[in-house]
């Protein structure tokens, strides 16, 4: 059964403090992994997508990288403006995403 | 782009009641999806179409929830009669072909 698992489930950062939020996924021949943000009262907007292990993608103070069980949210230097829920989800033989539960990050000047 | 559209945004409504949600995709886009979102289950499909058609409604909890594209630029997602446990954000999101983008959710409470 495909299967995305997000680690932790919760994370506190001090502002400036670097750290990375984990995705492991098991499926049936991957067609993309995607990480998206969502703040308070709001629907999940879009970050990044990868395809390949290998791949890396890049945004601001934000890093995702892939490969063929996991992928990383590298977050480098946050701002509190940072502080969100961060989802990923993978694509496998359909066009259904499945989607983690979510690492609820709060960074505190 | 106005981005994808859902009304209302904020919905109470008392149990044995009919609700219905509306979305409205991103002009161009050929995939809609319904999801549902609560802290026990975070993030669940509940149908999708392609071109308007159904393709997959595996996810829709019970008769009580259906599910229409009637063309391109309008959806709905019923629920009769509602439940105190369909109580959740149930999003929409549409998509090109992979990537989904969704809207700003409407927040239902069933009394």
């Known amino acids: 059964e495909d299967q995305v698992t997000q680690s932790p489930e919760a994370l506190r950062l001090q502002e400036g403090e670097s750290s990375s939020l984990n995705c492991s996924y098991t499926?049936?021949?991957?067609?993309?992994l995607f990480w998206y943000r969502q703040d308070p009262g709001k629907g999940p907007e879009f970050l990044f997508t990868l395809y390949s292990a290998g791949e890396e993608k890049e945004k601001e103070r934000l890093k995702a990288t892939l490969t063929k069980k996991e992928s990383f949210l590298h977050i480098t230097a946050p701002k509190p403006e940072d502080s969100a829920t961060y989802l990923c989800a993978v694509q496998a033989d359909t066009d259904k995403l499945i989607f983690g539960t979510g690492t609820r990050l709060q960074v505190f000047p | 782009d106005a981005g994808v559209i859902q009304s209302p945004r904020h919905e109470v409504t008392e149990m044995g009641q009919e609700v219905t949600l509306r979305c409205k995709p991103i002009?161009?886009?050929?995939?809609l999806f319904w999801y549902r979102q609560t802290m026990m289950r975070g993030l669940e499909l509940l149908i999708y179409?392609?071109?308007?058609?159904?393709?997959?409604d595996s996810g829709m909890p019970e008769d009580r929830f259906s599910a229409k594209m009637p063309n391109a630029s309008f959806s709905t997602l019923k629920i009769q009669p509602s439940e105190p446990r369909d109580s959740a954000v149930y999003f929409c999101?549409?998509?090109?072909?992979?990537?989904?983008?969704f809207g700003p959710g409407t927040r239902l409470l069933v009394l």
């Open positions: 002009s161009g886009h050929d995939y």
């Open positions: 499926v049936s021949g991957l067609r993309g």
């Open positions: 999101a549409s998509s090109p072909g992979k990537t989904q983008y």
């Open positions: 179409f392609n071109n308007n058609v159904p393709i997959d």
